[in-house]
């Protein structure tokens, strides 16, 4: 029954751009956030980090750094989510499991702090799952959303602190409608398959 839950909201989910004026409960939102922290990432990295935003003021900034679109207008609430690479080099040891044994944890923590090094891009890019999950469990939840792009990133960080890579800003809030039908490629326009050759045993 879960997993079909689960599908059904993935069906559902589209992107509303137009919000009536019910307030999301911020403990609501919380509660999402603490989901969604469940996502998985490259050596547990948990590269995401996010700020909500309920501010009226701020959210009126954020229309303006985002050229004016008309999501923020009426957004209940605004959900930044970006990564910190510094803060995750801060945490190596708080996520290494504690179930892990003493070489495993070694290898880990060489492992993750070499890649924070030489390749930092990889871990930031794994944020990108925690959005999945957050606009999924937004919407298991009744809250419509929609992830933006187009901000002047720099004022955005200024104005919230942040110290990072924004990856995505979501605006959210009860949904005046349910957003456009889906259209999407078809699927054998975006999945290949390379299956290994049976060979008979006779």
Known sequence: MDSEMILKWMQERKSVR???EQEVDTRLIFKIIDHVRLAPSGFNAQPWRFVIVKDKNMIQKLYQYSGYQKQL???SCVIVLYSDLLDVH???EDVLHPEMSPDKKRSDKKALLETLEV??????????IALGYLLLALTAYGISSVPMLGFDLEKVKAMLKIKGSILSVVAAGYGVDEGHAHHRLALDEIARLYEREERSLL
Do not use: E
Not at 119 to 128: E, I, K, R
């Open 119 to 128: 390749a930092p891009d990889v871990l930031q890019s794994q944020g990108y």
């Open 73 to 75: 207008n009426t957004a």
């Open 18 to 20: 137009s919000f009536t």
């Open 90 to 92: 801060g945490k190596v």
